[in-house]
């Protein structure tokens, strides 16, 4: 498996790999990484680096992970029009990368309104008209109910469970919060660096069934290799 280089993020794995320790047994430490303004600084940021360069910022645990869950998503002949929700789509890369395989039904919410700038900036230059993007708290109470089919999350789980404020609650809002917008029987794709397999089953384990793991690349923290993002598919439940 090729490694991928994740610069920062994975938190509470990096710190376990620095102390050698497994994952599990690494507290939650709060995180800037966790706050509205650090996502709206650093979008603003990548949008003018955007403008100047063309350069579309991080591929959140790299373009390998991204095309895997592409060909999963295509390996399940899931139709195309297919209503599919990305939480907390940053530069709404996966969702580009997505239209350009052939899904219709693409919306991505962000609660960082640069973020969405950046994304509709890039979707726009990249001539990918049909998504629609959002500014929106996925935690709080959220209109489109059961409106999804699948939803993905790539990196935002994780984010919200740095939060420095009351992040145990924002976690089982954003469990509520999912189980309202995906329809029964729906699918939830997460990409997760600071959460073990058995945690997130543990956390969905209300109103989600596991159905299967998806391989993912390696990546490395100061040299230290073999540390791995998880990728779980969920299904709806009741
Ligand atoms: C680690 S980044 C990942 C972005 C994107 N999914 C990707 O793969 O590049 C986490 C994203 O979650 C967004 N986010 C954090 N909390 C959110 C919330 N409550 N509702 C919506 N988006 C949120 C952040 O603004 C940020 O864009």
């Excluded at 189980?179 to 997460?190: S, W």
């Excluded at 058995?198 to 391989?215: A, C, D, I, S």
């Amino acid at each position: 498996m090729e490694d991928a280089v994740q610069p920062h993020g994975c938190e509470r794995q990096e710190k376990a790999a620095a102390e050698s320790l497994p994952l599990a047994n690494e507290e939650f430490q709060p995180s800037e990484l966790g706050t509205k303004q650090y996502w709206d600084r650093a979008y603003e940021r990548e949008l003018q680096f955007f403008h100047d360069s063309g350069d579309v910022g991080d591929i959140w645990f790299g373009e390998e992970s991204m095309d895997r869950q592409i060909t999963w998503l295509e390996s399940q002949k899931i139709p195309k029009d297919t209503a599919l929700l990305d939480i907390g789509t940053g530069n709404g890369v996966f969702l580009i990368e997505l239209a350009k395989a052939g899904f219709t039904n693409l919306t991505g919410i962000d609660d960082s309104s640069s973020a969405v700038k950046f994304a509709k900036a890039i979707a726009e230059k990249e001539e990918v008209l049909s998504l629609k993007l959002q500014v929106a708290d996925f935690l709080h109470p959220f209109p489109n109910l059961s409106q999804y089919e699948i939803c993905v999350d790539k990196g935002t789980f994780d984010v919200i469970s740095l939060s420095p404020d009351h992040p145990a609650e924002r976690q089982n809002f954003y469990r509520q919060s999912l189980h309202r917008v995906l329809k029964n029987g729906g699918l939830f794709l997460i990409t997760s660096c600071n959460w073990t397999k058995e945690e997130l089953v543990n956390h969905f384990r209300e109103g989600f069934e596991m159905l299967q793991e998806l391989p993912t690349p390696k990546f490395q923290f100061g040299g230290k290799s073999g540390n791995s993002v998880t990728v779980l598919v969920f299904k709806r439940k009741e």
